[in-house]
């Protein structure tokens, strides 16, 4: 059978099919839909918005349908990036629909909304109108000025009678309905500015419209927001003389302003004779094909500064650059020194933007207004139909992986986007993440160094301190060593200013009942509860679960003999305020920081010395530079070097560097106490000499003798479910599932080791119980063809409904 439509289009459909989708274009839409651009297609008995990709994969004998509508008048993603949208499904096994779900912001999402309006003709032809109810006159009385959706009828009858009264309505042929897309709130914000109407002359005015007139006749055009500031009831004068037919008005597009924060300008700084080298190296290879960089420089040597000149040498050469900065609270140093550098030229792509704010932020960069984007994660789909520059700055941050939905590593997919489009990736970090460390020996980055702090300020001195000569102590601080306690009243004697480090929020990590010795635990997780004094209630940091202290009755012998024993930032707090009363004390983590407000107060306390010691979380390690901190107090380093996964030591490493990098920032020199239960530990002892080489060796050797990453790759399945017992079982099958198929094949997927079912670590959160089972190789290839084909069994498992399985892709977090 012959097709009967002029074209075909290849569609990706938002459910979770790895599938596209051809379909057949009317006549009336042929030539107009392009790639990037949204379209309406019948999907089942569902009508959705679905993405147009090219031409169809199939041929039309006739059976096609054809799409519905198409809303845009341009497309809202490249289609360049159609490549890489495939690649990224294809690498972590996930629906094509769903990747380009994840990468377009919220606000492009179409909704579908139904409209009601009247009809133009009664049915009947001008026979006697039916008697109408009261409800039934306000609705159509509503209507007579025009279409209205069910919320705006909402207004005038409640929306419990509405809806029959609506269907009634139709049925009597006064009302019909239709449905139309709506770009959701994702519309560009539109404001109302004025200009006198050329070539007419106002005649006498009175006096507070003439002076008005004068002000706009002034300006040229100007935003009636903007009169409203400098003149009262501006709005009502500006009404008045629009009515003398003096004024015009018209719409113009305004961006929303991501943070409205003044950010001075600032001036670049001549560049020191390493940080010239640097520069000279990435700008030679500039233009020139995809070319990988690792920069490894200490805190405070001068990288952000680097990428601001590669960044501006890139814009000046008519290339687009994306700026990839970790998810921090707030707005990281890095962002506030591009927008302090280039100023509005830049789009921001952050977590903290509204929806709207997003998508203006979005079409900035896709109508080619700005060659900068600075973001987080991502941001690493920033809509540039060519790249000439990515920086990923700490490349090491595990917030660059997405966990849950489409679980992608933006660093990665930053390597992926640059060979694509033959740029440089200029991955930078103090602490770099084993992976680009090994690459770099593996001659796959070219790597820059940093080896001096800017100004040749010093790095800190560290001092270890044994916590287990502490054990004996009783009382309130007893886990502050006598040398943390010595250097603090020292640092506050010369009026700087310290940070006292624990990496757990709360008043005390194991409230444990002192009758029966059994811990608190959540009843959704099986983890320890936290105990927050200031607010009197226990929390779950996993799902967020609390109660009240008041009740905590011990769950096993139900007595009220619960103590709080561990520690948490709150009770560090307690501890500092009881040593140094005169001391201005401030605690910095997720509890106080929860609100924009409470840690910008914070930032500016530091900032503007008006806090002495601040203790916080890793919240405070990140991203924030505190020039007036010369002693950084580390608690305990012990917290994270225990967790059950292989990452832990490289993850301590790196958080213990980012910590004492926070110390002596400015001009006067810093030190660090770091106290721990495990002085010999080779990577406390690599820490305190600041000697990341000797961690790299050893750490590179411990994962060479166990067969992890970067000398392997992984693969997670995680199974997840309500009931443990089920749960278990339908692990067991996919761990038998994988077995199976490494044993077809004629044995070419032999390679591939699979390990488990286990229990995972953190072995129920929020309800679901967690097993998993991990594959792992050293041929990515063929653990890829591997996974190819598991993917194509999965279904055949026939595990049971409320069993969830996951893939994840080169996973960061095993717990
Ligand atoms: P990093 O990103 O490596 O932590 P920064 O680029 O933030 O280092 O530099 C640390 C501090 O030194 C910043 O306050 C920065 O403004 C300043 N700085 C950087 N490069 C220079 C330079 N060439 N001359 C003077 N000051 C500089
Ligand atoms: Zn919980």
Request: a positive charge.
């Amino acid at each position: 059978m012959p097709g009967k439509f002029p074209e075909t289009l290849e569609v990706a459909v938002p459910l979770p099919l790895a599938e596209t989708f051809t379909y057949g274009v009317p006549a009336e839409l042929a030539g107009r839909i392009l790639p990037g651009m949204r379209v309406t297609v019948p999907f089942g008995r569902r009508r959705m918005t679905a993405w147009a990709l090219g031409p169809g994969r199939q041929p039309d004998r006739g059976d096609l349908k054809a799409v519905l509508e198409a809303p845009d008048s341009g497309p809202i993603f490249p289609p360049a990036m159609i490549p890489f949208f495939r690649w990224t499904a294809a690498y972590y096994k996930q629906p094509l629909g769903e990747v380009i779900k994840t990468a377009l912001p919220a606000g492009t999402r179409l909704a579908e909304r139904t409209v009601y309006r009247l009809r133009e003709e009664t049915p009947g032809g001008g026979g006697e109108t039916p008697p109408l109810a009261p409800d039934e006159e306000r609705v159509l009385g509503l209507l007579r000025g025009g279409g209205k959706t069910f919320a705006g009828l909402a207004r005038v009858v409640p929306a419990a009678r509405l809806r029959p009264l609506l269907s009634a309505l139709e049925r009597k042929g006064l009302l019909e309905r239709s449905t139309r897309l709506a770009g959701g709130s994702g519309a560009p914000r539109l404001q109302r500015w004025v200009r006198p109407v050329p070539g007419v002359s106002p005649a006498a005015l009175p006096p507070r419209q003439e002076a008005l007139y004068r002000e706009i006749a002034a300006a040229g055009e100007i935003a009636v927001a903007e009169l409203s500031r400098r003149v009262p009831r501006a709005a009502a004068l500006v009404r008045a003389l629009e009515r003398k037919g003096l004024l015009e008005r018209f719409a113009r597009r305004v961006f929303r302003d991501p943070f409205g924060e003044a950010i001075l300008p600032d001036v670049a700084p001549a560049l020191s004779a390493e940080q010239e080298e640097a520069v000279a190296r990435v700008l030679g290879a500039l233009g020139r094909g995809f070319s990988p960089f690792l920069l490894r420089g200490v805190t405070g040597s001068g990288k952000t500064e680097i990428y601001l000149r590669v960044a501006a040498e890139a814009v000046a050469r008519g290339l687009s650059v994306l700026v990839l900065v970790p998810e921090i609270a707030l707005i990281s140093q890095t962002e506030r020194r591009f927008r302090a550098r280039f100023g509005e030229r830049i789009a921001v792509l952050h977590s903290r933007l509204s929806e709207g704010e997003r998508y203006d932020q979005w079409s900035r960069i896709l109508e080619g207004r700005t060659p900068i984007a600075v973001g987080v994660r991502s941001a690493v789909f920033a809509p540039f139909p060519r790249l000439g520059l990515i920086v990923v700055d700490e490349e090491h941050d595990t917030s660059y992986k997405q966990e849950g939905g489409v679980p992608y590593h933006a660093r990665d997919l930053a390597l992926v986007r640059g060979r694509d489009h033959g740029a440089v990736v200029l991955l930078g970090s103090a602490t770099p993440s084993l992976e680009s460390v090994y690459n770099v020996r593996r001659g796959k980055y070219a790597e820059l160094r940093l080896t001096r702090r800017i100004e040749e300020r010093a790095l800190p001195a560290v001092r270890l301190v044994d916590l287990r000569a502490l054990r004996a102590r009783r009382g309130p601080g007893r886990f502050l060593s006598d040398e943390l306690k010595q250097a603090l009243a020292e640092t506050l004697d010369r009026g700087e200013q310290a940070l006292v480090f624990l990496n757990r929020r709360g008043f005390a990590g194991f409230p444990v009942c002192a009758a029966c010795g059994e811990a608190l635990r959540c009843p959704r997780c099986e983890i320890s509860l936290t105990l927050h004094r200031a607010e009197q209630r226990y929390r779950c940091h996993y799902c967020g679960f609390e109660r009240p202290a008041a009740e905590g009755a011990c769950g096993s012998c139900g007595r009220r003999e619960i103590v709080p024993l561990g520690l948490g930032t709150e009770k560090v707090e307690e501890a500092l305020r009881g040593l140094f009363p005169q001391a201005r004390i401030a605690r910095m983590d997720s509890d106080t920081a929860r609100t924009r407000q409470g840690l910008l107060r914070l930032l500016q306390g530091l900032r503007e010395k008006t806090i002495d010691i601040v203790v916080g979380t890793q919240m405070v390690a990140k991203g924030h530079d505190f020039p007036g901190i010369t002693l950084v107090g580390i608690v305990c380093a012990d917290l994270s070097l225990h967790f059950p996964d292989f990452r832990a030591g490289e993850r301590t490493f790196q958080l213990l560097a980012q910590v004492a990098g926070r110390a002596g920032r400015g001009a006067q020199p810093g030190r660090v106490v770091l106290q721990t239960y495990n002085p010999e530990h080779f990577i406390l002892q690599a820490a305190c000499r600041q000697d990341d080489e000797a961690f790299y060796e050893a750490e590179i050797a411990f994962r060479r003798e166990l067969g992890y990453p970067p000398l392997t790759r992984l693969v997670l399945i995680r199974v997840s479910g309500t009931k443990r017992e089920e749960t278990s079982r339908a692990a067991a099958a996919v761990g038998d599932a994988c077995r199976a198929l490494r044993a077809a094949e004629g044995g070419s997927l032999a390679a591939v080791e699979v390990l488990g079912p286990v229990e995972a670590p953190l072995a129920r959160i929020a309800g679901r119980s967690r097993f998993q089972v991990l594959l792992k190789c050293a041929d990515a290839r063929l653990l890829h063809r591997f996974l190819d084909r598991w993917v194509g069994r999965r279904a055949s498992l026939g595990l049971p409904r409320p069993v969830s399985v996951e893939l994840d892709v080169d996973p960061v977090f095993l717990l």
